[in-house]
């Protein structure tokens, strides 16, 4: 995220519950947080996302939502029902978010409109949006604010975007199909399989243009013996 005055502040880092900022050359500036239950430390997190004013969420995977002051200190925290994974917060304080919520009403969702309490207000379902315990991966989606108070969704495991307005109703859907993208429902279980692609974000920037973040292996990729051992890594 970039902050005012032209630095950024990333994570997750390579260091649990940690931020790191940076100034607008990337020379690292500082470390923030760390890994706990306390005040101004954080446990595993998914992403960070901009709030209102200047204020940044960082939203955990246990349900936790820590909002961060400019001068990037814990201000508030609230809690969400289920697992979260993606989320971002709307002007009046309330949160678009892609977590598992295991209730009769709520278990099929994938993206909930919570309160600024944590509570559920609203849910939309998105194509496909059918919860597995067995293939969680299906359930996971990138998300972005997008015109009217409306979300933009993003499948992890296949390149299909769907605009969603405030209410509920889908609006518009893009699917692309390149040759380095193949949608899939399965995890390779071979050892040592070739990574799958994936969609991991999504960024809707001051013009309107809608980016999107994915993973794919490198075309050359190859699993690599590791010298004296039957094993092999990537």
């Known amino acids: 995220i970039r902050l005012r005055g032209g630095n950024y502040l990333v994570g997750p880092t390579m260091r649990p519950g940690t931020l790191h900022q940076y100034n607008a050359s990337g020379e690292f500036i500082r470390a923030i947080g760390g890994l706990g239950e306390g005040p101004q430390e954080f446990s595993t997190f998914f992403s960070l996302t901009e709030g ?3 204020s940044i969420a960082v939203v955990e995977v246990m349900g936790r939502v820590k909002i961060l002051s400019p001068d990037l200190r814990v201000a508030r925290t609230f809690r969400v029902p289920g697992e979260l994974r993606r989320g971002f917060l709307l002007a009046d304080h309330r949160l678009f978010a892609n977590n598992v919520v295991r209730t009769a009403n709520a278990i099929g969702a994938a993206v909930h409109k ?54 509920g ?17 399965l995890l390779d279980t071979r050892p040592n399989p070739t990574p799958s692609p994936a969609l991991t974000s999504l960024w809707l920037d001051g013009r309107g243009y809608l980016w999107t973040f994915t993973e794919v292996p490198d075309p050359t990729w190859k699993p690599e013996k590791v010298k004296g051992e039957g094993a092999t890594l990537t």
């Not at 109703?169 to 429902?185: G, I, K, S, T, Y």
Request: glycine letters at 6%; proline letters at 5%; charged letters at 25%.
């Open 52 to 54: 209102f004013g200047d």
């Open 114 to 167: 919570l309160s600024a309490l944590g509570e559920i207000e609203s849910s939309i379902s998105p194509t496909g949006s059918v919860y597995r315990r067995d293939r969680p991966w299906t359930h996971w989606r990138a998300i972005a604010a997008a015109a009217a108070k409306g979300v933009w969704v993003g499948h992890y495991n296949q390149y299909r975007l769907e605009h969603w307005d405030s209410l």
């Open 169 to 185: 109703n889908m609006r518009q859907v893009l699917v692309r199909d390149p040759d380095w993208f193949e949608p899939w429902a």
